[in-house]
Nanobody, 124 residues
Framework: QVQLVESGGGLVQPGGSLRLSCTSS????????IGWFRQAPGKEREGVSS????????FYADSVKGRFTISRDNPKNTVYLQMNSLKPEDTAVYYC?????????????????WGQGTQVTVSS
């Protein structure tokens, strides 16, 4: 009954922007660390960004630092990933994940719940 649902993916041109959303069903996100991950065909899933369950501590992969911003709206049980200055190498299926806790982490094994993913394609 625990679900995470991603939305907001699509096709954009290089340099464009996209905003992904992750909404929980069956539990509230107030006490969960949330992470965003992505996986391109033929590649391993990699961490993109994570946000703590506290006042907003965040963590970013070097590849997206300065371009992506993670945020959360706990009353809406939603976490966002604002993606700016998108590059073709950002093309992937993007997943959100959740784990009870406090500190942000990009370690895949730490997460208990995963969404189904949303496709992001950056191409001209």
């Amino acid at each position: 009954q625990v679900q995470l649902v991603e939305s907001g993916g699509g096709l954009v041109q290089p340099g464009g922007s996209l905003r992904l959303s992750c909404t929980s069903s069956g539990f509230t996100l107030d006490y969960y660390v949330i992470g965003w991950f992505r996986q391109a065909p033929g590649k391993e899933r990699e961490g993109v960004s994570s946000i703590s369950s506290g006042e907003g501590g965040t963590f970013y992969a070097d590849s997206v630092k300065g371009r992506f911003t993670i945020s959360r709206d706990n009353p809406k049980n939603t976490v966002y990933l604002q993606m700016n200055s998108l590059k073709p190498e950002d093309t992937a299926v993007y997943y959100c994940a959740a784990v009870p806790g406090f500190r942000a982490t990009l370690a895949l094994a730490e997460y208990d719940y995963w969404g189904q993913g949303t496709q992001v394609t950056v191409s001209s």
